[in-house]
């Protein structure tokens, strides 16, 4: 088998190259309401490689935000199923100032894909696209396959959760194969055994009822800039330990066995510190760098702004602050309660100098693959088949809202087999995917389904 | 002479009206390099109307910043000088969707002249123009009138402090009238005598070399934002007393009499909280509002941003955020000194997981009329003529930067007979300058004059 896939995938890995950049050429950017029309538009393209690529039936389902696509072939209703869960939604680009090249003008540069959207999660989930057409093309197909292609990842998968508990039937699966995680290298390849829940608010703190001339009323007017950084200050104690009352009730604490063996992964804080260009990590006392990513709750700040931001000066008491703030969940703590917890503790930290509103802007629950579970031993071996060693489970840090409500509504396990790197600039400036990554990818997915035919 | 400065008044009051809301048509924000062009029209338009209105010569002279225009009418080298300081420049409009109106498309509404720029200050400096114009064609003109009306002191008056320190002998004077200030209302009306110093700082803390996704990293790399926060909440004690080492050791006491005297000036409180939305001042404990406005220096964040601030969510954790911070000082506080201060204290508390860039936009020194002095009791004077009430001596919040400088070059003293309101929305969206406000002032001055040419 592996020499007729390697035969394929070598004659046309100019065309697999080309079709993706053709997909990161459009901006499909969920959270903003001016690229609809460019969200329809990236839909359509999945619908169509879909089909090219040998589906059966490719089709985009209309929801109440963006559309998502849906796409199978099923060759025997007797033989596995494997769920391709993936999503052609990206993160805003901005700051735009600060890209080499345009966010949606990919260009491959050192090997490396660069555009908004290349790893995270276009690039991605079109491996499985094309591990697809190769297998269909060499007549090697040993399971049924299904595409879930959403359109809201970044923004919550708020409607895709309603079309999984409506379409039950349709997705009906043995497992759900999800490629929107990174690996450490090509030379250590590992597989993300958790993602971690999300709960992103924003709030808004007014103070007086316009803004003001700082020197007629400062001093005795709270400035809602003040007000809402001592707010977020208080949030963290002297050892970055979230002071929220309750918000670590829930976490289960890691075993000592799995904290030796995260320890035993590969991992130069000197390296990292360097690729990040900062003096010294920062942190929850007591725990290591890649512990407080992978097993510890977080709350960052993602955004803030308020009074004047624009060249030169203006002395102004603002009338309004703005956040962005989220926080990151670990196994067994759960978004809704957790949102709550932060909204509620917020409005009682806020002093009577202001208003406070506190929204939600999306959630979704934490996730772990069980190590022994026969699709994980799927993944491992395909890694192993084309890496030639084995995978090192791993935790990661980021979030796939959707992954709790699968695994609820399915009743399937699920399993990250990621080929991007953490450096690929997810959700930044300059986002990449190198190229050696997705042509790995595209080798290594066909073993997966082997496996998984197998062992099923 | 009331009587024939009324009638030549009360018969060019539609014109003078007029040409006020022209020169609020021009957008003269010196904070924007875009507009420098505008600058340049609004200096041009002072030059042309101070030559109409009577002046000897009006020249516009080029600085290495926005130009500075002087004009003169010299009656009589042995007669008492006035010199008439204001400022042709504006404050940037924004938050442009909180205007009702275009900030440069003035308009009237229930009396009140709204735009950019129609107290803060073309209104209040314009003001002498037309009294200029009335004594002139009244031949009643009893002082010579000097004009010194900059481009720069929203920005700092960088470049008229070099003008003032070269051109001693063309501004000598034997005092400087200044009418950018407020008054309590028009049923009680006061004089500042003092206006507090400033010291305006930018600061860029930078995390990591790029924005991250928070996910990946958050937990384990400094966030900007928290920092910021963390050093912005620290500025501030629980009394909102400033913990800066230092930063009051040369501020002057107010003695009990002052205080005694500002107690009494009419001020509700109620009032003061129902016009600005709020249900409680804030401010530092042991102080009235009107303290810690006017004999206290303060704190304020005039600006603040970083990380993802559009429509949505975004989960990053930025590379950078950036404060706009600045202090206001009273008598006996240097700007210089504070500036550095200040600068250093945040240097100190900056961790090393960031790196802190401080920079300083610009100062300015606080001063004080002392309520003995003949220009003072001149100014009393005029007031009483038209409003038929003492004046109250108040201390006023915000800061002219060139005052202490012109004192100290000059060697006169200053006075300030400002028209204006606190609530006339100076340096925030909905700027306005009560039509009333801007007749009486152009009635008020020629007894100025008068007065001051008498005691002298």
Redesign the interface.
């Known amino acids: 088998m592996s020499q007729t896939w390697n035969d394929y995938q070598h004659k046309h890995k100019d065309r697999f190259l080309e079709e993706l950049l053709e997909m990161l050429r459009i901006p499909s950017v ?4 001016e690229h609809k029309a460019d969200m329809i538009r990236c839909a359509e393209m999945v619908q169509k490689r879909l089909l090219e690529a040998g589906a059966d039936k490719a089709e985009i389902i209309a929801t109440a935000g963006h559309p998502i696509v849906y796409g199978e072939k099923i060759i025997d209703p007797t033989k596995p199923t494997v769920l391709v869960y993936g999503h052609y939604d990206v ?2 680009p ?2 735009l100032e ?1 890209w080499n090249s345009g966010p949606f003008d990919p260009i491959i540069k050192d090997g490396k894909i660069f555009a908004r959207g290349s790893c995270d999660d276009k690039g991605q989930f079109y491996m499985h696209v094309k591990a697809m057409e190769t297998m269909v093309q060499t007549n090697t197909l040993c399971t049924n396959i299904k595409f879930c292609i959403e359109g809201e990842e ?3 998968s708020m409607h895709l959760t309603e079309f999984v508990i409506a379409n039950k039937e349709l997705l009906k699966a043995d497992v759900i194969l999800i490629s929107d995680t ?1 690996m450490l290298s090509l030379e250590n390849p590992s597989i993300d055994i958790g ?2 829940g ?1 709960s ?1 608010i ?1 709030v808004e703190v007014t ?17 809602p ?2 007000i ?3 707010m ?5 104690d002297e050892n970055n330990r979230i002071t929220i009352p309750g918000f670590y009730d829930d976490v289960i604490i890691a075993t000592d066995s799995e904290r030796q063996m995260m320890a035993s992964a590969p991992f130069s804080e000197e390296e990292y510190k360097t690729d ?9 006392t007591g725990f290591t ?2 512990e ?2 992978g097993i ?3 709350i ?19 009338s309004k ?4 703030i ?1 926080a ?1 969940l670990v196994p067994n703590q759960h978004s809704h309660k957790i949102t709550e917890l932060l909204i509620n503790h917020l409005q009682k930290i806020a002093p ?2 202001i208003e406070l509103k506190a929204t939600l ?2 959630g979704g629950e934490p996730y772990m693959t069980p190590v022994d579970c026969k699709a994980y031993q799927a993944a491992a071996a395909a890694i192993y088949d084309t890496f030639g060693k084995k995978p090192i489970p791993v935790r ?4 796939i809202p959707i992954c709790a409500l699968f695994e609820k509504e399915l009743g399937v396990k699920i399993v990250f087999m990621g080929f991007g790197l ?1 450096s690929d ?6 986002e990449k995917f190198n190229v050696e990554n997705y042509y790995k990818g595209i080798e290594t997915i066909p073993y997966f389904h082997k496996h998984f035919a197998a062992i099923k």
């Open positions: 969920s959270a903003r309401t993160q805003p901005d700051p600060l970044e923004v919550g990174a993602v971690r999300l992103y924003e103070g007086p009822n316009r803004d003001l001339h700082s020197g007629v009323y400062g001093g005795a007017v709270a400035n800039i003040t809402l950084s001592k977020i200050a208080s949030l963290h990040l260009g900062i003096k010294e990590v920062w942190g929850e760098t890649n407080r990513t510890r709750p977080t960052e700040i993602n955004g803030i702004w308020g009074g004047y931001t624009g060249e030169g000066a203006k002395t102004v008491l603002p602050a703005f956040a962005k989220s990151r009577p100098t802007h999306h990661g840090g980021g979030s953490d600039n997810l959700h930044s400036p300059n």
